[in-house]
C-alpha cells in the first residue's frame, strides 16, 4: 500500500537556523512527488513537483531534493513567515489521479 | 493569476440534513479534486474527475456524491450529514487527464452540529 512518513511532526527554528524537513515514502511506482505549504484554515500552496531521483527545486529559501526513497525540504536562513505546515504528498503510476499525502510538518519559526 | 474558487466559505448543518459545495477550477483546467481534512490531519482523497466522468475514487462514504458539470465546475453533495463529517472541503483542479501539478482552493469549512 502507499504510504508517505513525514518527520518531524513539529519543528521551532530560530530565525536564520536552516534545517531540513524528511518525506519518507513507498509506492509501487512514482509518477510524481509534490511539496505543498499550508497555513492555518487555508487551502495547500503548491511549492515543487519532483520525479527523479536526483532531482532538485528550489525557490527562495526552499530547496528540495529527491532520492528513491525519500525527499528533503531544506530551509535556509529560515524567516517567521516562512512559518507553516509542509505537506508532502505522492502519485503513483498506473492511471491513478489521486495524492497520498502525508501528515506534514508544522513549522515555526521564531524572531 | 485566477485561482480554484469554493463556495460556500463556512457551512453550519444540523445532524441528518444535506448539504452542497461548489467547486470552480483554474480557467482551462478540466480536471477536478475533491479532498476532506479533519483538524490536525492531512487531506484525505475522496473523488475526481476528468472531462466530466469520474476518474479515481476514494474513501468517500456512500452518503456523499459529486459530478462535474459542462463548464467543468463541480459539485459535492453530502445527505444525512454526521457529526463526524465536520472538517475542511478542498477541492483541486489541474490541466489535463494526467495533470501533475493539483491547484487547491481556499476551502470550504463545513460544521455540523
Known amino acids: 500500500e502507499d504510504q508517505v512518513t513525514q518527520s518531524p511532526e513539529a519543528l521551532r527554528l530560530q530565525e536564520g537556523e536552516s534545517s531540513s524537513l524528511n518525506c519518507s515514502y513507498t509506492?509501487?511506482?512514482?509518477?510524481?512527488l509534490f511539496w505543498y505549504r499550508q497555513d492555518p484554515g487555508k487551502g495547500p500552496e503548491f511549492l515543487f513537483t519532483?520525479?527523479?531521483a536526483g532531482e532538485e527545486k528550489e525557490k527562495e529559501r526552499l530547496k528540495a531534493t529527491l532520492t528513491k526513497k525519500e525527499s528533503f525540504l531544506h530551509i535556509t536562513a529560515p524567516k517567521p513567515e516562512d512559518s507553516a505546515t509542509y505537506l508532502c504528498?505522492?502519485?503513483?503510476?498506473?492511471?491513478?489521479?489521486?495524492?497520498?499525502f502525508g501528515t506534514g510538518t508544522r513549522l515555526k519559526v521564531l524572531a | 493569476a485566477a485561482g480554484v474558487i469554493q463556495s460556500p466559505r463556512h457551512l453550519i448543518k444540523e445532524k441528518r440534513e444535506t448539504a452542497t459545495l461548489k467547486c470552480y477550477p483554474i480557467?482551462?483546467?478540466?480536471?477536478v479534486y475533491w479532498y476532506q481534512q479533519g483538524p490536525g490531519q492531512d487531506p484525505q482523497f475522496l473523488i475526481s474527475f476528468y472531462e466530466k466522468m469520474q476518474s479515481d475514487k476514494g474513501s468517500i462514504p456512500d452518503r456523499f456524491s459529486a459530478q462535474q458539470f459542462s463548464d467543468y465546475h463541480s459539485e459535492l453533495n453530502m445527505s444525512s450529514l454526521e457529526l463526524g463529517d465536520s472538517a475542511l472541503y478542498f477541492c483541486?483542479?489541474?490541466?489535463?487527464?494526467?495533470?501533475?501539478?493539483?491547484?487547491f482552493g481556499p476551502g470550504t469549512r463545513l460544521t455540523v452540529l
Open positions: 519532483l520525479y527523479s
Open positions: 480557467p482551462r483546467h478540466d480536471t
Open positions: 504528498a505522492v502519485r503513483g503510476v498506473g492511471g491513478t489521479y489521486k495524492y497520498i
Open positions: 483541486a483542479s489541474s490541466l489535463g487527464g494526467m495533470g501533475d501539478e493539483q491547484f
Open positions: 509506492v509501487s511506482g512514482l509518477r510524481g
